[in-house]
């Protein structure tokens, strides 16, 4: 009889058990856990892995562009060529301003043949981080500050002749290249200060002794200064915060 009792005892407990737990439901929770967290893992690695949209790969590849030799080396060709055409697009304000001058004149030729010897200097493991404080600097300002200038006048007198474009363009890319470049191949602090200085002495040679280069109209005269000190102090302020303490 006890043996009897003590069994019915057992199996009334065992039928007042939740039916979860009669089942061994517990012990397989974690299992059906484990599994939610694979698929959410694999969904993770799918989310990764899925295709990007094409401003998100053109960024991409433009911010590889230091890493890509080949493409570096283009971009040396490039700017040498457009910097031996700054040169004699200046030729008359050259010619018409005695030599000792002349280093502060051609002001967009200087910074991009600046800059391609510092992308040669970095492709050769020869790096110039004095150097490169200036052209960054020098490339991020002057080709901003063209952008500006033409841009307003063509939007004032309705005037976009081929050169202008062209202009544009090609000085937009200047920036565009420093600012790349400088992330990858930060310039030196201290001579980011000295590049800076310069930059704003050669806003005084150029509005207060009249070295700027020759302007497409008075209609931008006023803007042509206002840009060039504004772009002084944002370009510096840029290249300084990507600049490095060597």
């Known amino acids: 009889m006890d043996e009897a009792r003590h069994r019915a005892q057992q199996r009334a407990r065992y039928e ?20 939610a967290s694979g698929q959410g893992g694999r969904a993770a690695r799918k989310g990764r892995n899925a295709p990007q949209a094409p401003w998100a790969r053109a960024a991409r590849w433009f ?8 493409l570096t080396w283009l971009l040396v060709v490039v700017n040498a060529i457009g910097s031996a055409w700054g040169f004699w697009w200046y030729h008359d304000q050259l010619a018409a301003t005695p030599r000792w001058m002349w280093p502060v004149v051609p002001d967009s030729p200087t910074a991009s043949t600046l800059f391609t010897v510092a992308l040669i200097l970095q492709l ?13 600097l020098t490339m991020v300002k002057y080709g901003l500050w063209t952008v500006v200038v033409l841009g307003a006048y063509g939007n004032r007198t309705g005037l976009w002749d081929p050169e202008a474009v062209m202009l544009i363009a090609s000085h937009a890319g200047m920036a565009i290249e420093a600012a790349i470049y400088q992330r990858a191949y930060p310039a030196a602090r201290r001579a980011v200060l000295a590049a800076w200085a310069w930059a704003a002495f050669n806003d005084l040679v150029d509005y207060g002794a009249g070295l700027h280069p020759y302007l497409p109209g008075p209609e931008v005269a006023g803007l042509a200064w206002q840009a060039a000190v504004a772009l002084t102090v944002l370009a510096g302020a840029f290249v300084y915060r990507h600049a490095s303490d060597a």
């Open 16 to 35: 007042a058990r939740p039916p979860a737990r009669r089942h061994g439901a517990r012990s397989r929770l974690p299992q059906r856990e484990a599994g």
């Open 63 to 70: 911010l590889d562009l230091p890493g890509n030799r080949p």
């Open 124 to 136: 050769l493991g020869r790096r110039s981080t004095v150097l490169e404080a200036f052209a960054y």
